[in-house]
Every structure is written in structure tokens, then in C-alpha cells.
DNA sequence: CATGAATGAGCTTTCATTCAT
DNA sequence: GATGAATGAAAGCTCATTCAT
């Protein structure tokens, strides 16, 4: 049974909590390329070395804060597709989700798509793209079938919409502009929106 | 005359030129961050200290190369305006005009961009934005005026439209999609265009 | 209870004081201004970065050397006055257990010294003026009570005394002279105390 | 003939005299240790390769300058032989003459000595004692010969009492007391000078 | 599992020196 | 003789990673 582990268990989850607390925490105050994971463990109030019994790298956790959010965004898509909702409904409730769950640690999906992306992707094609991939997958399913159902115009390639959508969350997450998170997508996608529909 | 230099000044002046030629040659293999000035000189073939005879730092490289296709970019802009052209055609065309000077260093503004967005602005909000403000200042104009004009909807301010083009260079330079980077821009434009013309 | 330590914190005690020992036998060696971190390190065969676990820089490892020294002079110098010595008496033992502690790292108070005056006092005066200025002040205070006792003459400003002893143990440090550290002070304090005598 | 000269000896010359004052002024303003060549090139309007026409090394500037000021003072002490003053008098007048010239060049002489004694005298020996000697020499003459005459005290050997003086001028050049350079050394002369007489 | 001292590769930066002009 | 661009050795310092405790 899941709910019961050993004092144990309970207290390395605990700990890796505790890190990825620390870490979001770090990331947000001196973003992700100056911290150093002595910056995270200082704030874990923890030992450097304790890092890596749950991490590998900095990448890692990175990783690992993503994962959660994409698994929710995921979800709730579930439930928009039982719900049998529009697409065109389906694409701005899953935007708004994302951009609710990641208004409050924004600094996550840039972070890991630039990991990749500004990185000249190194090696990175082999080791991030795990997570992201999911996120980009999930649009591409959204806007093809919208494209199917004739709701959206064809002749924008599906992965294209899909990387703009992209865009816009990593433009929002370090936006100036005199406004939210959320309000920023919203009115984005608006825009987009109305530019995708068919005539 | 200007094209009386001593062979000294000619040198000196290839110099920089070999050093430019080889930073963007390793940004765009190994990346921005990834890159060291090492790197560079090797590329370029000339010693470490040589780099601090022309630049002082990486993004200071990094400057440079954008300014000057910041300039061509103004320069076109105002040949449109003096042309009289629609708000929406010299938007298409300055859109397209820089993609096309970026795709050849399609890691510039983009890591321009990032090298001030993903560090956490520790103090690149008083050292870069010299360039990059720039750009942000010749798209809002030329959105503001297509929306004075009535051609362009009113109610996404200005900024908000500005920011989804920049993303829109943004992701295309990072883009895994088999399209070329003009071709990634000219299908976005597209959407977004449609999206932002006025009912 | 103090001795209770556990071995980790010994080692970690040990490290330091080896780190220091090597620092005393290199700048014996080398001289101050020549010695690099890593032939101190390289001296205590520890790895360049352990210095860092300990020292912030080369001045701080001095500072630390002169910090002991200065502590044990002052409560010599305290003892005597409990002791009721007369002033020329104190000055002279004062003098002279400088003498004995400085003659083993003779090189730690005049680099001290030229530490922050040889480099021209760039930000010397505010960083390491710390403990000298303790070691000025005690002078200062043996000096001032003489002459207040009527023992010493009083047409010589009590700095100016200070100052030449100063350079008494400055000069010493880097004599050249058929004669031990000690033997070069005692001279020089038998000629400086019968001119300080009041006539 | 001197006077006579070819103008191109007479520019030689002239770039040497540029440098040195050039010298001067940034090692007063820099000090020795934290000014390089090209501060020294860059002050006196010259080229960087041009240094190497006329000297050596940093070190050597410094040479060049003691020297100058050595060769006056020895001027000036033979003329008080042949005038047959005083062994004190001579003492002074020459010890106050030396104060008159280093207090305009005051780094002159202490960063000289120091160049030698701080570097650990790592082949110092072998290259700057040229002029110091000179001074020492100078001194150890002007006090051996008051000894012989019975007006100096002989208990304190020669060379120290040199040294001391050495020192004096040495302190006094990075004193920070509110008295100027000579009044300084005067007050020092005067101390020791009564502890030098014999009773 | 937690620790943190030890490590050394690797970075940026400085600067005396050379040499072709 | 004057120049200053080119150079690379050498410095200070950071930090991910290991491992004995």
C-alpha cells in the first residue's frame, strides 16, 4: 500500500522536498545559470553532498519540477476531452491551466527549455527533452485535432502553432510589461486564437 | 579618404572582424554560455590576450554583433515609412526583413535576449539592454501606428504584440522543425497577422 | 568540554594551521609579494582550492598570522602594568617580547605593514589596518604614559616614538646585519631609550 | 664637448626625462607594485614599445631615479668634509638634505629598498643593491668617522645605527601623521642623535 | 542517509615582452 | 627611435563532484 513507508521513506521524500523547495526558491532570486548547488543546499539547510542522493545535476532538478507540472496539465486534458469541449475551447482552457500552474514558478519552463535550447543543445537533445517534449506533444494533439475537425485553418503546420504557443510562455515568464503572468498569455491567445481560426 | 589606412589599421580592423567571425562560428556550435573565450581565440586562431585588446567581456561580442544588424534593420524601416507603405506591409516586411539578417546569426538576438532574461538580471537589465530596447522601440511603433490607422485591433496592447514577435525570433532560433528559420518566421507572421488585423 | 572534538573537526583545524605553516615557510622564502596561493598550497600539498575553505585571500592569511601575535603582546603588556613597571621598563619588555615572537615569523608585521603601504594604500587603509592600528595604540600608550610620568621627554610627539619603533622592527625584519633579530632591536631600543630619556 | 649634441640625442634624452617624471607621477599616484608599463607609457604619451628603448624593467626606473638623488647628496656630504664641520653636524645636515630631496620622490627610496627587501630578495641581491649601497655606504662613513672621534657613542656598531636611520626614512615616507616629511625626520633625527652622543 | 572538506579542472583577466612596421 | 597589436604564461578564484566519516 502506497501510504505506508518506512520512517525512512518518509524522510528522504522529505528531504528531496526540501531541495526542490530550496531550489525553486534559489532559481527565482538569482536565476538558474548563477546558482550553484551549494546556493541550494545552503538554503536546504542541508549538506552539499546530501544533493546528490537525489540529483544528478542542476539539469535534474530542473527536470523533476517540470514533470509534475506537465502530469497535471495533462490530466486536466483528459478531462477536457471526456467533456468532449470544443477545441478551440479545449486549446484556451489547457493555455490558461498551463499558464496558472506556471505563474507561480514561471522561471520553470523557460529555464528548461533554454537549458536546452541556449546550451547550443550539447548534448542536451539526448538528455532534457524528456518533459518538454511531453508539453509539446500535448499541444500538438490539441491543435491537430482542432485542425481535423476544420476548426482550425491547415495551412499553418500543426508544430508551428505549437512552438508559438511555446514561445509565448517562455516570452511571459520574463516579460516586463506592466502585467500578470496569466493576463499577459491571455491576451496572447487571443490573438492567436483569432489568427488561427478557419474563415 | 576613408580607404586610406596604414596596413596597420587594416590589420587591426581584420582582427576583430576574425574574432566576430569566430565567436558566432562557436556560439552557434557550442552555444553562448558554453563558450569560452579560449574557445573563441582558438577558433579564431589567435592568442587569449588578443580578445581583450578588442572586447571586454563575451557579451560585449555579443553587443556588437547585434548592433550592427539592429542598425541595417532601422535603416529599412525608415525607406518603408518614407515609401508610405501600410502599416501591415511594412510591419510583414521588417518582420522578414530581420528574419532574414538574423537567420544567418540566428543565435544573436535570441541569446541577447536570454544572456539578460535567464541570468536572474543580476546586472544585465543596467548593461544590455542598450540594443535590445532598441528593437522593442521600432516594433512598437510600428504596430502603434498600424492600430492608430485603424488596421490593427486595439484592445492587445501594443507591448504585448511587440513581445509575441520577439518570442516569435526567439523560438525560431532554436527550432527543431525542418523549415528554415525565414520560413518558421514567415508562417508565424502569418497567424499573428491575420489575428491582429482589425474586424 | 574543548577537547572534545570529532576527528573531522580536528583535521579541519589541522588543515588550517598546516596551510599556515606553509604560508610562513614560502613567504620566508619567496617574499610575500611573489608568493602565489598555489605554492603555499603547493607547499602544504594540499589541492589550490582547499585554501579557499579557509582563507579569503593572501592578506587574510596574514592578517590571521598577526592577529595571534599582536593578542599575545597585549597581554604581556597587561600583566606588566598590573605588575606596576615603570614606563621604560615596560617599553623595553614590550619591545623585547616583540621582538622574541616577531623574530620566528619576522617577515608577518613588516609585510603586514607594506601590505597596505607599498601598494599604495588602494583599498589597504580600510581593509587590513585592523590589527596594526591595535599594535600603534598599545605603543602609543606605553609611549604617552612615560611622558606623562616625566620619564620620557615630551618635546617628540608620542606618534613620531611610534612610529620609529615601528620601523625599528620594519628595518630589522629585512637586515642584512652579522646578527639575529633580536640583537639588532635590543641595539637599536638602547639607542632610541637613552635619547627618549627626559634630561 | 657635452653641450654638444645631435638633436636626436637631445629627443633621446628628452623621451627618457617624459618617462621618468611620467613614472613618478603614477607610482605617487598608483603606487610601485599596482602600476604597470602602460600606465607608465600610457601617462607620459608614448608608446608601450618605446619604454624598452631606455629601460629594462620597473625596477629599473627606480634605479634610475635613486640614482640622481644619491649622487646629489653624496655632492654635498664631500663638500661638508672639506668644510671640516662636525661629525653631528654633518650627520644632520646631510640626514636633513636627504629629506629635503626624497620628500618630493619620497617612494623613491622606501619602494626602492623595498623592491629588494619585500620581494624576499629573490635575486635582488644579485640587481638593486647598486644604489642603496651607495647610500649606506654613505652613512656608515658619517657615523664611523663621528665614532673615531669620540663623538658618537661605540657600544651600538655602525651598520645598525645606519639602519636605523634607513628606517626613519622609510617610515616616514608612509606616515600618516599630520606633519610633513621633513619636520618628520626631523624630530627623529633629533631623538636619536641624542642617544647616539657619547657621554 | 547525511555530511562537508578536499579536490583540480577550468574560467576570466592582467601584463611584461616582442617584433613587424 | 617609435609604435602598439599580438602573445601566452601566470594569477586569482569558482564549483561540481567525490568520499571517508
Redesign the interface.
Known amino acids: 500500500m502506497e501510504e505506508k513507508m518506512s520512517r525512512r521513506e518518509r524522510k528522504k521524500i522529505q528531504s528531496k522536498q526540501t531541495i526542490l523547495q530550496a531550489a525553486v526558491h534559489v ?9 550553484s548547488i551549494a546556493d541550494i543546499m545552503n538554503q536546504a539547510d542541508l549538506g552539499i553532498g546530501t544533493f546528490y542522493n537525489y540529483f544528478e545535476s542542476k539539469e535534474d532538478v530542473l527536470k523533476c519540477l517540470l514533470k509534475s507540472v506537465v502530469e497535471e496539465i495533462c490530466q486536466a486534458f483528459e478531462k477536457f476531452v471526456e467533456d468532449k469541449c470544443a477545441p478551440a475551447d479545449i486549446l484556451e482552457k489547457t493555455v490558461m491551466l498551463s499558464a496558472r500552474l506556471l505563474s507561480e514558478n514561471r522561471f520553470v519552463l ?2 528548461f527549455l ?1 537549458a536546452a ?6 548534448e542536451g537533445s539526448a538528455e532534457l527533452p524528456a518533459e518538454p517534449s511531453a508539453f509539446k506533444l500535448l499541444f500538438n494533439r490539441i491543435i491537430a485535432s482542432g485542425q481535423d475537425s476544420g476548426a482550425f485553418r491547415e ?3 500543426t ?3 505549437t ?2 504557443f ?3 510562455f ?3 515568464s ?2 516586463s ?1 506592466p ?1 500578470g503572468f496569466e493576463e ?1 498569455i491571455r ?2 491567445l ?7 481560426r478557419a474563415r
Open positions: 532559481f527565482s532570486t538569482k536565476g538558474f545559470q548563477e546558482t523557460p529555464l533554454s535550447n541556449l546550451s547550443g543543445m550539447p495551412d499553418i503546420p508544430e508551428v502553432v512552438e508559438l511555446h514561445s509565448m517562455q516570452a511571459a520574463f516579460s510589461l502585467m499577459n491576451l496572447k487571443q490573438l492567436v486564437l483569432d489568427g488561427l
